[in-house]
């Protein structure tokens, strides 16, 4: 059977920026009908390369051809490659939640009539595509009221509201769940059916395995290869072996665990929900931790363990209602993220962009941002501390950078989540609570997580591990407690733990036997 022609080809992509080859003579060639995957370590150029695609960075920033359905393009902007029939899906995603569901889809592509929106035309048409992309909720619902997931299904009938014709999703799945996960992904699948081509940048192998029909692996801004599913041998290893230039024999660094004595305990943890006092996030939960020991934290989406993590920290989320902190045998007062950071204890949010760092700020004012006391004096900020105390964490963690006087939003996203560790690290912590440390990042930046996960454990210093991965925490965690509904329900040492035991406590509010 012959091949399809080529809906997309870049030839001789190369774009810089001040100090940064981001992309090298990259060369991509998509087929009309395909799912044609992207992969590569944070920095490699993937999302550089689709911003160039997609007129982000608009014709005349970069050097090469873009040859779409037989034609050279010059993309002056979105709205340029939008008219053509190519549309980008961005990981932040670009709904905005006060308006509709259908004042977002067709926000920018208004349907008009007289020279005024047609807002019944507008319900209807939104009707139509929602039910196209198999999602039933009412086109007047603010986005702010639906979850993650749908909202994904929103962008992507956005999409074809503008009759897309190539589709990119960058990292599409990455705030998902496993169910939502899916039902995107047989969505692509369905559109690819109806002759619509997709790109997707993804850091989960498996799923790029599932779905795509061809796969580019990028490497320090130089297209590596092209692998075609169909001519076989393709599975996440030989794509691992691409993307990082050698193969890595285990996921996780070996590790001889030296855990103490128990120092840091949680009592009959119970808090409200912010907004519904008639809901509780947290139901009475008791957990501790051993110095020198990772805790995972395992539960679906919604099961609270971030609400735990955020509560713990200083009450940043409900409305505490009972329960006790024990440290080093003494009870703790924490009433705020002050005294949590005063008592040791340090929490790397899920959303690093949102809630970890200021994107404004360079990376040595990131780094030392949490406890400006240590290179402070009169309220004065040693500016030579501040720039020496950066280059430190800049090498022992790797940040791959050409200046701590570089902004945060310039990095990657493993390179910022360095710089995030790096911050709380810079608070002499105690007890670090790491919620969700390595999503959205590629394969080896999260070996590179994984190895300071490991160090700090030696330190002596207690981590608490929330990951939505199974075999994230099974390959770090000592112990793991599950949650389900914001109740504790099992705990498991890293010998009795495995996956069908942990989704089994994940889904089921009655306790078991303790397995640890």
Known sequence: MAAKPNILEMVNITKEFPGVLALSEVNLAVRAGEVHAICG???????????????????GSYSGDIVYQNEVQRFRDIRASEAAGIVIIHQELALIPELSIAENIFLGNEVTKRGAIDWEATR?????????????????????DIGVGKQQ??????????????????????ALNETDSQHLL??????????????????????????????TIIRDGHAIETLRVDEGAVDEDRIIRGMVGRSLQSRFPDRIATVGENFFEIHDWTVQHPTSSERLVCKGETLHVRRGEVVGLAGLVGAGRTELAMSVFGRSYGNFISGTIIKDGQEIQIR??????????AYVSEDRKALGLNLLDDIKRSVVSAKLSKISSAGVVNEGAEHEVAEDYRGKLRIKTSSVESGVDTLSGGNQQKVVLAKWMFT???ILILDEPTRGIDVGAKFEIYTIIQQLAAQGKGIILISSEL????????????IFEGAITNEFTAETADPELLMKSMTATQKKANAA
């Open 41 to 59: 370590e944070n920095g490699a150029g993937k999302s550089t390369l689709m911003k160039v695609l997609s007129g982000v960075y608009p014709f």
């Open 124 to 144: 209807l048409a939104a009707v139509e595509l929602l039910a196209r992309v198999g999602l039933s909720e009412d086109p007047d619902t603010q986005i702010k």
């Open 153 to 174: 299904l929103v962008e992507i009938a956005k999409a074809l509201a503008k009759q897309v014709k190539l589709l990119i999703l960058d990292e599409p799945t990455a």
């Open 186 to 215: 047989d969505l692509i699948k369905g559109l690819q059916g109806r002759g619509i081509s997709s790109i997707i940048i993804s850091h989960k192998l498996n799923e790029i395995a599932q779905i795509a029909d061809s796969i």
């Open 336 to 345: 705020n993220v002050a005294e949590a950071i005063k008592h040791g204890i």
């Open 428 to 430: 002499d912590p105690d």
């Open 471 to 482: 075999p994230e925490l099974l390959g770090l965690s000592d112990r793991i407690y599950t």
